[in-house]
C-alpha cells in the first residue's frame, strides 16, 4: 500500500488490543523514523511498550484506550517552524503506519505530557503523540468530510491534480476536525495555502494537510508557514524487481548496494517506448550482469523524491535469474549480495524497500503452496 492508498483507509483509532508492534513493524518504523529525522531536523522517536502517558490523564473525554505505544513529535527548542514540521513529517509516519498495518491516534491533549519529557534532551520541545498499535474492535471513529468549497478557492479553473490533492486534504485528521485553512490555486500555477482559524494546534493541522496534498497532487515542494506555496513536482518513472532464487528450502534475494551508500534492488529509469518489464530485465542486467525472467504477476509501486522538484514511481515486479555473469555496474553500483529474507530485510536502506520485500516473500510463499 502507498501512502496515498493509505489516505484512504485510515480512520482514527480510540481503542487498541494489548499486543506489541511485532518486531518487523517496529524495524520498519524505526527506519522511517530515523529518515524523517534525517530530512527534517526533528526528534521523532517511536516509544514501545510505555502506557503510562494515556493511563495518566486525568480527563475522561477523548482519552485512547489500551495503547502503549506512540510516536513522539519533538524538536530542537526555538527550531523555525517546529509544529508544522511535526505535523508534516508526522503525518508521512502515520500514513507509513497505516500502510503496514497498523493503526494509530494523533493525541494532543489527553495525555501526561511529563511522562514524555524523559525521552528529550533539555533543548528539545514536545508538541504532541500519536497511539499506534494493532486496533480493538470498533476502535476506529470515522468521521465526515468538509465539502470542497469550505476548504479551496479557484478550484473550478484547477488543474486535475490540484482536485486530486484537495481530495487528499479533506481526509486529513486535524484538531478538533476543525480543517482551518484554505487552499487557492494561483494562475501562475502554484497554490497558497493560508489558516483560516486558530488554534493551539493549527501550525500541527496546516502540517498534516500540506502533506496529504503534497501525496494526493502527486508530487511537489512546499514552503513552511501560513501562506506556504506549493510548486507541482515533474514526474519520472523507474523500474526494477526483486530478485531471488532457491536457497536451502527458502529464497535468498539479490540487492545491490548503490554508489551513495544505501542497499536496495536493481532498478532504473524508462527508456523510448520500452514497457515496465522490459525496463526491469535491462536494469537488472546493466546493474548485475545477470540475465532474468520477470514475474509481472506481482507488480508494487513506491513513489518517492529523489531531488528537489522531482518525483519519481518506482514499479517493481520479481524476477528470478536465468544466466549472465554476475558483477556490479561500476558507474552505479558498489557492492552486490546475496542475502536470506531476514537478511534482507535488515539491510535494506528505506523502510519502503522493506515492505516490498515482504510483499515479494508473501507472493512467493503463496505461489510456493499453489
Known amino acids: 500500500m502507498t ?6 483507509t485510515r480512520a482514527s483509532c480510540r481503542e487498541f488490543l494489548s499486543q506489541p508492534i511485532s ?11 530515523a529518515q524523517c529525522n ?37 524538536g530542537p527548542t526555538g527550531s523555525p ?26 493525541v494532543g491533549g489527553t495525555y501526561d505530557r511529563d511522562r514524555c519529557l ?33 476548504l479551496a ?18 481526509r486529513a485528521p486535524s484538531a478538533m476536525n476543525r480543517q482551518g ?76 548496494r548503490h554508489n551513495g551508500g544505501h542497499w536496495s534492488f536493481p532498478k532504473g529509469h524508462v527508456e523510448g517506448s520500452e514497457t515496465e518489464a522490459e525496463t526491469a530485465a535491462r536494469e537488472i542486467l546493466e546493474e548485475t550482469g545477470l540475465t532474468s525472467e520477470i514475474h509481472t504477476a506481482f507488480r508494487e509501486q513506491v513513489t518517492y523524491s529523489p531531488k528537489p522538484g522531482v518525483i519519481k514511481d518506482v514499479i517493481f515486479f520479481t524476477a528470478s535469474p536465468t544466466g549472465g555473469q554476475e558483477h556490479p555496474q561500476e558507474s552505479e553500483i558498489s557492492q552486490l549480495g546475496w542475502f536470506s ?5 535488515r539491510r535494506v536502506t528505506y523502510s519502503t524497500d522493506e515492505e516490498i520485500l515482504l510483499a515479494a516473500e508473501e507472493y512467493l510463499k503463496g505461489e510456493q503452496e499453489h
Open 23 to 33: 518486531p518487523v513493524q517496529r524495524q520498519q518504523l524505526e527506519k522511517s523514523v
Open 118 to 150: 524523559d525521552h528529550l534532551a533539555e533543548d528539545e520541545e514536545l508538541i504532541c503523540i500519536a497511539a499506534i498499535g494493532s486496533p480493538a474492535p470498533s476502535g476506529e471513529k470515522a468521521r465526515s468530510l468538509k465539502p470542497l468549497e469550505d
Open 38 to 74: 534525517h530530512r527534517s531536523g526533528l526528534h521523532i522517536q517511536l516509544i514501545c511498550g510505555c502506557p503510562e502517558p494515556f493511563h495518566s490523564s486525568s480527563k475522561s473525554w477523548g482519552r485512547i484506550r489500551n495503547a502503549s505505544n506512540y510516536l513522539l513529535f519533538a
Open 181 to 256: 485553512y484554505c487552499f487557492t490555486y494561483r494562475k501562475d500555477g502554484t497554490v497558497r495555502v493560508r489558516l483560516s482559524g486558530t488554534g493551539s494546534f493549527a501550525l500541527v493541522d496546516l502540517g498534516i494537510a500540506k502533506q496529504h496534498f503534497d501525496l494526493g497532487a502527486h508530487g511537489g515542494e512546499w514552503t513552511w508557514g501560513d501562506g506556504g506555496v506549493f510548486r507541482k513536482s515533474r514526474e519520472e518513472k523507474s523500474c526494477g524487481a526483486v530478485v531471488w532464487r532457491p536457497s536451502d528450502g527458502g529464497r535468498e534475494y539479490l540487492l545491490v
Open 341 to 345: 529474507f531476514d537478511e534482507a530485510a
Open 3 to 8: 501512502l496515498s492508498e493509505a489516505i484512504y
Open 81 to 106: 517552524d517546529l509544529e508544522e514540521k511535526c505535523g508534516y513529517y508526522g503525518e508521512e509516519l502515520i500514513l507509513t503506519a497505516q500502510a503496514i498495518g497498523l493503526h494509530t491516534c494523533w
Open 153 to 170: 478557492s479557484g478550484w473550478e479553473e484547477a488543474p486535475r491534480w490540484f482536485l486530486d490533492g484537495m481530495a487528499a486534504v479533506q
